[in-house]
């Protein structure tokens, strides 16, 4: 990827309040994508990505579950978003279904994982910020069949279908329904002191 179209898209008005790299504050979640397909070697950098994060007892209990947009398993995947979501994610150029396990092998015993969700979301939000370095847009979707998602996926009693991920290239506005456009800019963030406390939570909030 050329260091101009890296620029382009780290472009941001966001700004810290303390030096953070623009991987940080350039990262936002696009719904306006163009539907071109996207390169298996750069989905799966991300999964490398995202295979490195860090997790509890080094369980690793991340699961994915991907569909390319003209791929053959596209459409029960695509089925399981809500009316809302498929009004824009039909243009991404896969769809990624976030999986955890809630338990894991130690020691020759099956013990929980108190920490499945937390540390697949550490998983996830590495996976995102490969695919921004790339020059993609992910958004994570909750919006979804989440009674059905198990059964279509095939997952097993002892995993949890946490998300869905849209993933494409960045598209201009006249790809997404109006609906949308009000919102398709970067969002800000809430103060640090409204989240970050030394010694106890003190939040009002």
Not at 88 to 103: E, G, M, N, P, T
């Amino acid at each position: 990827m050329s260091f101009d179209l890296l620029t382009k898209w780290q472009v941001t008005t966001r700004q810290s309040d303390y030096p953070v790299d623009p991987l940080f504050t350039g990262r936002w979640s696009s719904r306006a994508l163009t539907g071109e397909p996207i390169p298996e070697t750069d989905l799966y950098t991300c999964f490398e990505a995202a295979r490195w994060a860090p997790s509890a007892f080094n369980a690793q209990p991340w699961r994915f579950i991907f569909a390319h947009r003209d791929g053959r398993d596209w459409d029960a995947l695509f089925a399981l978003l809500n009316a809302k979501n498929q009004s824009w994610a039909h243009k991404a150029s896969a769809l990624i279904f976030v999986i955890s396990r809630k338990d894991f092998v130690f020691q020759g015993q099956t013990v929980p994982v108190g920490s499945h969700s937390f540390d697949t979301g550490a998983a996830w939000g590495a996976f995102a910020h490969q695919a921004h370095l790339l020059g993609y847009s992910t958004r994570a979707i909750g919006g979804f069949d989440r009674k059905a998602a198990p059964e279509i996926l095939a997952v097993p009693d002892n995993h949890h279908v946490e998300a869905a991920i849209a993933i494409g290239r960045r598209a201009d506005l006249t790809d997404l329904p109006e609906t949308f456009h009000a919102q398709e800019t970067p969002s800000e963030r809430r103060p640090l002191q409204t989240f970050v406390f030394e010694g106890r939570f003190t939040s009002a909030e």
